[in-house]
């Protein structure tokens, strides 16, 4: 059986796998490698970003990790902006402020703690970036107030992109899914590498399927949603704030 919600993991014991594993988040060109496509998805929030966007000069990156998603965003914006980088992990806030200063010259504020006490500007961000990291949120109202706070800290006219790991709302598709899954984690090493990732997911995640979310974005007020891509249980989405 599942882990129920009450019984996963406590975010400082999410905080200490994170602080032992920056290695792994550092490589921009291939992303984390137990994500299928997470080159691509990297590529597509942040070249949509910058298509939908305009100016893109204040950057929040939810759950930064090593930084890659700012990185990228940087790469294919061409100018430099302001970012804040909200991680729970310090290692990995000093290690994306490290490798994000190398190529934009833009304020960087790196900020410990977990995005939903964290103290934020209201309407002051052009642009929102949560990368693997909203699996991480619980109960509806848990989710319900992180997406209202997203929305709520965009300027109007900004926009929010996410990749992350998603369920389904069948079933036997998500069975389907999530057995394609173990075939890829298998094919990048073994059955002990998949066994090992399906369980740190049963431990620490609490995933909803890309259908809720959308939904659930809708519902907290973005005029403009956007399914951008979906490859098993993966899947790259984001929003417009309506200027």
Known sequence: ?????????????????????????????????????????????????????????????????????????????????????????????????????????????????????????????????????????????DWQSAFSKIFRLLRPGGSVWITDLVMHETDAVQELMWNRYGEYLVSLNDVAYRDKVFEYIDREDSPRPVTYQLELLRRVGFAHVELLHKNSCFAAFGAVKSA
């Open 1 to 141: 059986m599942p882990t129920p919600l009450n019984k996963k993991s406590t975010t400082a014991e999410i905080r200490q796998r994170f602080d032992d594993d920056v290695e792994r988040f550092s490589n921009v060109e291939t992303g984390q490698s137990a994500t299928i496509d997470a080159p691509l998805a990297m590529d597509l929030i942040t070249s949509a970003a910058v298509d939908v966007t305009s100016p893109i000069e204040r950057v929040l990156d939810i759950g930064c990790g090593a930084g890659n998603n700012s990185i990228q965003l940087r790469r294919a914006l061409g100018s430099d902006f302001s970012a804040d980088l909200i991680d729970l992990s310090e290692p990995m806030l000093n290690r994306a402020v490290e490798r994000l200063s190398a190529e934009n010259g833009g304020n960087i504020t790196p900020i410990a703690s977990d995005f939903r006490e964290a103290d934020l500007p209201d309407s002051s961000y052009d642009v929102i970036l949560a990368a693997a990291v909203l699996h991480h949120l619980r109960d509806d109202e």
